[in-house]
């Protein structure tokens, strides 16, 4: 299902989405929380090094009275390691390309292959993992830095593995979807 594609280092970028001190409350813990953390943190720093862009993106949920700018539930995690040259964006809705110049900007920074990382996985990670597949680009998934909260009917690790499933099994419009560990990804980008 996935077509080849030589995209290099310089084409692409690192996607964390939504690592907002909301998504990780006490009443609703994410699964491996500081294990997810400690990863996209890993992916941060190698990436910084390697000369890839670093983008955040931000949920501003003000129409729902929730992810309110400026609040404590809307700031980034503190552990979260943010430098000044990385991207902020804001969205409004699950998808991040949906009415915000992501796309745009990807493409003037002739950007092809995003690595994916976040919360929470059947939400804001999903839809924006579709969205780009239908916009091109290469994805790479880090299958061990994606997270969310248990549901009534189904654990958090259940839904992670189920969506990884589930993203290794679609069928890309143009590019490509892998879904990989992030030991391999670093291994990867460190070459």
């Known amino acids: 299902m996935n077509s080849t594609s030589n995209t290099s280092l310089t084409e692409s970028c690192l996607l964390v989405i939504d ?4 998504s990780f409350s006490p009443e609703y813990p994410c699964y491996d929380a500081a294990g997810v953390l400690e990863r996209i943190n890993a992916l941060t720093d190698l990436s910084r090094k390697k000369g890839l862009s670093i983008i955040y993106v931000r949920h501003n949920g003000s129409a729902q009275n929730e992810y309110i700018p400026l609040t404590h539930g809307w700031e980034l995690l503190p552990d979260l390691v943010v430098r000044e040259t990385d991207i902020m964006i804001e969205k409004t809705a699950n998808d ?21 990382t976040g919360s929470a996985t059947e939400f804001c990670v999903d839809s924006s993992i579709q969205s780009a597949l239908t916009k091109n680009f290469d994805i790479v998934v880090a299958g061990d830095a994606h997270t969310t909260a248990d549901k009534p009917h189904l654990s958090a690790e259940k839904i992670i593995r189920h969506y990884n499933w589930v993203w290794s099994n679609l069928t890309p419009t143009k590019g490509k979807i892998e879904i990989k560990n992030s030991a391999t990804i670093l291994k990867e980008l460190d070459k």
Do not use: C, H, P, R
């Open 96 to 116: 991040v390309f949906y009415n915000t110049d992501l796309e745009s900007g990807l493409k003037a920074m002739n950007i092809n292959k995003l690595i994916i």
């Open 19 to 22: 690592m907002q001190n909301a």
